[in-house]
């Protein structure tokens, strides 16, 4: 849900309530992406060393601690709007660097389709289809720190749900 708020719906915030200008926005959008893109690996090869559960927990404590700075941060200013999503895609990035491995560890084989992409489609669906209309609404009445209330609630319930998981870096899976 937090990716959904930062990647698809930050830009159209950030021009329809921080009246910042259009092609500008996109294209600070665009950077943050491909810096995310390009960490990708680097959190992947850093669950291969200290394991899925501390790079995922990184993630999810780090987003929760930044959400509302970062939503704070942005204002008036293009460069304002660039730290702050720049930021908040490098600190959500560890998460969807680990996801489908994290989620094919989960299952053994014989289920393993099943038991990831069914959840994986629902909670999708449910929390980041709608966040970013549930944003927008909220945003547009003034209420945007209920939203961010909302995502950093969903945060740690991931969190203690990720701290809760077994650790797989090291046993061989079948």
Do not use: C
Request: net charge neutral; hydrophobic share 55%; proline share 7%.
């Amino acid at each position: 849900m937090v990716f959904y708020t930062w990647v698809v719906s930050a830009p159209a915030q950030a021009i329809s309530i921080h009246e910042l200008d259009p092609a500008a926005a996109l294209w600070v959008g665009a950077a943050a992406n491909a810096v995310f893109i390009l960490s990708l690996p680097l959190f992947g090869a850093l669950s291969d060393r200290i394991g899925r559960r501390p790079v995922l927990l990184l993630s999810l404590v780090g987003s929760a601690v930044v959400s509302y700075p970062l939503s704070w941060l942005v204002q008036d200013q293009v460069w304002q709007f660039a730290v702050a999503m720049i930021i908040a895609l490098l600190v959500i990035a560890p998460g969807p660097a680990i996801m489908p491995t994290v989620f094919a560890e989960l299952f053994p084989t014989r289920m393993r389709t099943t038991g990831t992409g069914f959840p994986y489609a629902i909670a999708t669906a449910a929390f980041g289809g709608s966040a970013p209309y549930l944003q927008t609404w909220l945003a547009s009445g003034g209420r945007g720190d209920v939203f961010l209330g909302y995502a950093v609630v969903l945060l740690v319930i991931s969190a203690v749900v990720a701290y809760r998981m077994p650790e797989t870096k090291d046993i061989t899976l079948g």
